[in-house]
């Protein structure tokens, strides 16, 4: 049975989990690639709000090469929203194993 600590600890770590959540959402991460030629922001819910390519730099009759750089870039900034979602919330949860949450 748990204990009224033991609920006031989980009940606080529930409410640290839902503002974490919320900032992150409401944060924007970049990724890039190709040294830079292709840079994207990206909402921590992971929508992408902008895809930047350096036009001078980009071959565009290779397509196949412009399209793996956007999907690079992407990539790039959806483990940054990862990353700091996993240390953000292994701050609050001290390591403990949360099925679900990652």
């Not at 609920?7 to 900032?23: P, S, Y």
């Not at 895809?51 to 565009?60: A, G, L, P, S």
């Amino acid at each position: 049975m748990l204990n009224p600590q033991m609920l006031k600890q989980i009940k606080q770590m529930q409410e640290d989990i839902k503002r974490i959540q919320t900032q992150i959402n409401e944060s924007t991460f970049y990724g890039q690639a190709g040294g830079s030629v292709v840079k994207v922001s990206v909402k921590g819910t992971k929508e992408v709000l902008s895809i930047n390519i350096k036009k001078e730099e980009v071959d565009f009759s290779d397509i196949e090469m412009v399209q793996d750089l956007i999907v690079a870039a992407l990539n790039d900034a959806f483990k940054k929203v990862d990353k700091e979602l996993e240390e953000s919330l292994g701050s609050v949860t001290k390591g403990m194993n949360m099925p679900g949450l990652f």
